[in-house]
């Protein structure tokens, strides 16, 4: 049976000027999966999932997210996704609890349902007592729990993160990852970007991208057997190295 | 930021109201009485007794009148030739007393000469009655002047009002010129730019704020000129609020383009303080609108700030109504349109 597909992508091509950021990618992602995007800083990850959210539009390809066209449901789109990105992006001026509150106000939440989530959230989260601080006090590691938390407080169908364990320490970053399989385990199709190695392993699968092309896609097992290597650092070298030999 | 909000402008506006006038006083002249007879010595002695001048120097040369002039210790210096009192008492013609004024300030130079030559004016008259004491009675034409709608030509009561403008004017522009911006620089807007929301619902989200602040503004300033200056609120509070209201749309729309248009905050500045410089010095509020050339009164019809000054007068001082400042509210209503569309339409949430 084929799996359902959260995401579907046709030749996409993302042109600034003459520079090709995205080489006629192909890819699909199924639902519930947590689908990685490798790659060097400027192999065109951002790009690509910048124009997938909807921030930036493609130049040309067949581009469908949660069923939606990229091009003609942009807004249908955003009602059905969140996004983190690499910049941290709550309001640092805001408490926890009001940035949850505004959140949740923009995707059409009813208050009395943000109250109760996020009362909930911030327990899980343990930040009970810095619920009414302003963000710009509290550590970077819950800041960016909390960052992905509100991004899926409004249950989407789709999740993507750019970069999302950037600066965050070992420890937050395996309990960030555990938050991820736990919003997998929800039911939410999760499409991540990163260039930790060890992290792609926890993905899966993945798309490993050089120079604005897919060089390669699959499960990490796969791929480490494809490309006759002990682990996926060895998997990126290689990949990697081979396009600059072009 | 909040007190800063608030403070400022009242700091600037006791500050701003007291020192912006053209109200002359102690102007510093010198006079050079080469007569030295009863009615040369009458004659300073008016000056003397004015108020608005200052016997800084006296001396007999005008060459050294000349030299206090060129640095700037007198502003005026008036020449009472030798032979004054002679030709006067023997009725003669063309007796001349010579007025050198410093005219690097054109506008302070023009009110010198204008309480110089009133006070000159003024001697004639006495002389003339003493001389002609029969003609005395119909002795040409009384003029009594009258200035409406401040009386006292207190410059005080014509200045708050404008400031006032220009204080919410500022503060208005600044802080939504700063805002989309900065949410750019820290990386917030694309995140808002991912979720579902409205263009209008985000433009709107960006001036309602500002625009609260704004009237508290007026309100506040308002009561602070009435307190402190004892400015006349004759017309229509209401009317000043309905116009400012509108007013305050058309200078956050204009703040909020600059600030989509823009990517960093420095350059947001850069653009805000062109507007506001041309604007402000453009609007009537240092030098009348009637006086300049006829392009710049041309240009002024798209500066929304030279309504508002004028409106602001025309209420708080003559106490006018809604159809005397129709043409301006039609004006600033259409700005307000043009700007608020232009704002939606300019941000944009796709790269």
């Known amino acids: 049976m084929e799996k359902e597909k959260a995401i579907t992508v046709k030749n996409l091509v993302k042109k600034f000027g003459s520079f090709v950021a995205n080489d006629n990618l192909t890819f699909d992602v199924y639902k519930g999966e947590i689908f990685g995007f490798l790659g060097a800083n400027g ?31 942009t807004n249908k789109i955003k009602n059905n996704i969140g996004y983190m990105s690499q910049k941290f992006s709550l309001y640092e001026d805001l408490t926890v609890y009001e940035n949850i509150r505004f959140y949740g106000g923009i995707y059409g939440l009813k208050l009395k349902d943000i109250r109760k989530r996020a009362d909930e959230l911030i327990q899980k989260l343990g930040l009970t007592n810095v619920r009414n601080e302003l963000l710009s006090s509290i550590p970077l590691g819950w800041k960016q729990k909390l960052a992905f938390s509100v991004a899926i407080f409004h249950h989407p169908k789709i999740v993507f993160l750019d970069e999302p364990t950037g600066g965050v320490d070992p420890v937050t970053r395996r309990e960030f990852w555990d938050m991820i399989y736990d919003a997998a385990g929800e039911g939410i199709t999760i499409m991540v970007t990163t260039h930790y190695m060890d992290e792609a392993e926890y993905c899966n699968r993945v798309c490993i991208m050089v120079d604005g092309r897919i060089e ?28 600059k030999q072009q | 930021m909040l007190p800063v909000i608030f403070v400022m402008p009242i700091i600037q506006l006791i500050i701003l109201v007291n020192a912006a006038t053209y109200e002359m006083k ?32 006296r001396t007999f040369s005008s060459k050294e009148a000349i030299t206090y002039i060129d640095r700037g210790e007198i502003t005026a210096a008036i020449i009472i030739p030798q032979g ?11 007796i001349k007393v010579q007025v050198l004024i410093d005219a690097i300030n054109g506008t302070n130079a023009g009110v010198s000469q204008a309480y110089i030559i009133s006070i000159l004016q003024d001697y004639n008259k006495q002389i003339l009655s003493k001389l002609l004491p029969v003609n005395s009675s119909n002795n040409g034409i009384v003029t009594s002047r009258r200035f409406w709608y401040n009386p006292e030509l207190n410059y005080k009561t014509f200045m708050v009002p404008g400031i006032l403008v220009l204080l919410i004017t500022i503060i208005s522009f600044i802080l939504s010129g700063m805002n989309v911006v900065r949410e750019k620089e820290i990386g917030t807007i694309e995140q808002i730019n991912v979720t579902p929301i409205k263009k209008y619902q985000f433009i709107a989200g960006k001036l309602i704020p500002f625009w609260i602040i704004g009237l508290f503004e007026l309100a506040f300033g308002l009561t602070i000129g009435k307190l402190l200056f004892d400015i006349p609120l004759v017309g229509s509070l209401g009317l000043v609020f309905g116009f400012a209201a509108i007013y305050l749309i058309v200078l956050l729309a204009l703040g909020l383009l600059v600030s989509t248009i823009v990517n960093t905050q420095q350059q947001a500045m850069f653009i805000s303080f062109f507007f506001m410089v041309v604007f402000i010095l453009m609007s009537g509020l240092f030098t009348g609108v009637e006086s300049m050339p006829e392009w710049a009164q041309i240009v002024n ?45 300019r941000y944009k949430k796709i790269s």
């Open chain 1, 43 to 73: 192999a065109g990850k951002t790009t690509a999932l910048k124009i997938l959210c909807g921030l930036s539009s493609p130049t040309s390809g067949e581009i469908n997210v949660a069923g939606f066209d990229v091009y003609s449901e």
């Open chain 1, 216 to 243: 390669a896609i699959g499960t990490p097992s796969e791929l480490i057997k494809n490309q006759n290597a002990e682990n996926m650092n060895d998997v990126f070298l290689q990949l990697a190295r081979k396009a």
């Open chain 2, 26 to 57: 102690n102007i510093k002249l010198c006079i050079v009485d080469q007569d030295l007879s009863t009615f040369s010595r009458n004659l300073s002695s008016k000056f003397e007794g004015s108020p608005y001048f200052v016997i800084e120097k």
């Open chain 2, 84 to 94: 004054f009192e002679r030709k006067i008492i023997r009725n003669e013609k063309n």
């Open chain 2, 301 to 345: 019809k798209a500066n929304p700030l030279a309504y508002f000054v004028e409106v602001m007068r025309m209420i708080l001082l003559k106490g006018s109504g809604i159809s005397d400042i129709i043409k301006q509210l039609i004006a600033i209503i259409t700005f307000a349109f043009f700007m608020i569309s232009l704002a939606v339409w």
